[in-house]
């Protein structure tokens, strides 16, 4: 089932990257329980831009997104809040883990970068599942979010001068 790309207001172009990973899995449909996690990554973007929105544009955008997430919400309403949360960690893992060996093994490119920099946004959707006290597996969720973040930018970097990427395991 293909959706139309919502147009996001600048105000909100915090919330950009949710809304862009939702689509990237709305345009492969990886699997159904990937529309679980673009349906997440939907509404940590709502619930990120509903405090930051200022405009009736703004609002109006957050009004579709949520009209579009409530298209999901059946799919999604039967599963448990732990079992949500595991799933959405797994798919972030695995796109990590994807990244990781393409970078161990020497062969960072801009798609690398783009794994993690996906990877991270997984990540950060990741906290809507948690209370405040941290625990371990956030944690360590974290860390992989800002190892994400760092690897992301330096094989950018390195693909922008034209360079090899600097893998820190060779």
């Not at 329980?33 to 955008?61: F, L, P």
């Amino acid at each position: 089932m293909a959706i139309t790309p919502l147009k996001i207001p600048t105000e909100l172009r915090y919330i950009k990257a949710f809304a862009h990973e939702a689509e990237k899995i709305d345009e492969y449909q990886y699997s159904s329980q990937s529309r679980i996690v673009a349906y997440h990554c939907r509404m940590y973007a709502a619930q990120e831009g509903i405090k930051c929105t200022t405009s009736s544009e703004g609002e109006q955008y957050l009004g579709e997104l949520i009209d579009l997430m409530s298209s999901e919400e059946e799919n999604i309403s039967a599963k448990r809040s732990q079992d949500l949360h595991v799933l959405c960690r797994d798919f972030a893992n695995n796109v990590f883990d994807r990244a990781d060996t393409e970078d161990k093994a020497g062969a960072s490119g801009r798609s690398t970068a783009d794994q993690f920099a996906s990877a991270a946004v997984y990540y950060e959707m990741i906290q809507q599942f948690y209370n405040i006290k941290m625990d371990e597996g956030q944690e360590k969720e974290n860390k992989n979010w800002a190892y994400c973040l760092r690897r992301a930018a330096e094989i950018l970097r390195a693909v922008e001068e034209n360079s090899e990427s600097k893998s820190i395991f060779t």
